[in-house]
């Protein structure tokens, strides 16, 4: 009986350590393995002048280089002079795309009303980053201009 209890007593911290996770946030471990790699590459629009009330596509490939998890991805278009931001998607940008590629389209009206005037410069940043706040941080940027109707 002693024997066993001595066993048991050398297994047990073994076994703790094993059945402990102690991150604890349900993610994959894939990205402890490699240095995590993004790449963002902007398909549309692209730098040609552009019209107030007009129309633009909006087309972004996020991705990661080594087939990991891409965890969070944004597009904002703000004013090149005063930083005003007049887009900013999707709403949450913890996309979670496990099979590492994340592509992103919409529309967005280029109108007034909401804050695009005549004769503006505008950037169209896209951004993607790891779990943590910066982690592997990557941005894209292009800019265009804005001519009244």
């Not at 099979?99 to 950037?123: K, M, P, Q, T």
Request: glycine share 4%; charged share 25%.
């Amino acid at each position: 009986m002693k024997y066993l209890k001595f066993i048991f007593l050398f297994l047990l911290p073994g076994l703790l350590l094993v059945a402990c996770d102690d991150d604890g946030d349900g993610h994959d471990d894939d990205d402890d393995h490699h240095e995590l790699e993004y790449s963002v590459n902007i398909n549309a629009p692209n730098v040609d002048d552009k019209h107030v009330n007009d129309t633009i596509h909006i087309h972004v490939n996020f991705a990661s280089e080594n087939n990991e998890t891409v965890h969070h991805a944004n597009v904002t278009i703000y004013n090149k002079v005063d930083n005003n931001v007049v887009y900013s998607q999707p709403d949450e940008a913890h996309v979670h795309q496990e099979d590492g590629i994340y592509d992103y389209h919409d529309d967005f009206v280029l109108s007034n009303e909401n804050g695009v005037n005549a004769h503006s410069d505008w950037i169209l940043e896209a951004k993607v980053w790891g779990h943590e706040a910066s982690e592997a941080e990557v941005i894209n940027r292009i800019e265009f201009h804005v001519h009244p109707e």
